[in-house]
T-cell receptor, first 120, second 113 residues
Framework: AQKVTQAQTEISVVEKEDVTLDCVYETRDTTYYLFWYKQPPSGELVFLIRRNSFDEQNEISGRYSWNFQKSTSSFNFTITASQVVDSAVYFCALRLHLSNSGGSNYKLTFGKGTLLTVNP | GAGVSQSPRYKVAKRGQDVALRCDPI?????LFWYQQALGQGPEFLTY????????KSGLPSDRFFAERPEGSVSTLKIQRTQQEDSAVYLC???????????FGPGTRLLVL
């Protein structure tokens, strides 16, 4: 079975600070996808990024960057120069690609989320 | 284009009532998913449709939960004889096909009194 752990339940920062959200995953499968979603107070899960297990290259998109390290089963998310509008719950999720352990390749397994509060 | 929409956004039900939650996926998306999100938790998988076929209902918590997608577009999640433990946010997601990224709707917040 798959598992995603987001050890940080809540983080509070002051605007313009950098913040890193941690994500550690467990799977016996060798091919999989990792995701980050943002859930603002409105409730909708907003897709941020998808990475596949073949590609460990880090990615940057504006103020967002992601650090994928297969050796430590981690997929951490950094927001640079945080803004009040970044306040939300952030979820890390895993989905198998071609399962060799009998798991489904369409279910998302989510962590419990990290509540980020950016104060002005 | 339009995203995934869900209705109602909020639903209050008395214990024992039946409820029906609607999901309108993104047009053309073959795959549709329902997730349940308890307070302070991440979403958990309930069921999956490919067009009108329900291919996986392993996450439905009891036989009081029933989902359908009769024409391969709109889906309805029905909960019969609601219980307090059914209180949660019910999220619908769709994707072009099951290997593509899932896009979520705003959810229906169900409160059972």
């Amino acid at each position: 079975a798959q598992k995603v752990t987001q050890a940080q339940t809540e983080i509070s920062v002051v605007e313009k600070e950098d913040v890193t959200l941690d994500c550690v995953y467990e799977t016996r499968d060798t091919t999989y996808y990792l995701f980050w979603y943002k859930q603002p107070p409105s409730g909708e899960l907003v897709f941020l990024i998808r990475r596949n297990s073949f590609d460990e290259q880090n990615e940057i998109s504006g103020r967002y960057s992601w650090n994928f390290q297969k050796s430590t089963s981690s997929f951490n998310f950094t927001i640079t120069a945080s803004q009040v509008v970044d306040s939300a719950v952030y979820f890390c999720a895993l989905r198998l690609h071609l399962s060799n352990s009998g798991g489904s390749n369409y279910k998302l397994t989510f962590g419990k989320g990290t509540l980020l509060t950016v104060n002005p | 284009g339009a995203g995934v929409s869900q209705s109602p956004r909020y639903k209050v039900a008395k214990r024992g009532q039946d409820v029906a939650l609607r999901c309108d996926p993104i047009s053309g998306h073959v795959s549709l998913f329902w997730y349940q999100q308890a307070l302070g938790q991440g979403p958990e998988f309930l069921t999956y449709f490919q067009n009108e076929a329900q291919l996986d209902k392993s996450g439905l918590p009891s036989d009081r939960f029933f989902a359908e997608r009769p024409e391969g577009s709109v889906s309805t999640l029905k909960i019969q004889r609601t219980q307090q433990e059914d209180s949660a946010v019910y999220l619908c997601a769709s994707s072009l096909h099951d290997q593509e990224t899932q896009y979520f709707g705003p959810g229906t917040r169900l409160l059972v009194l």
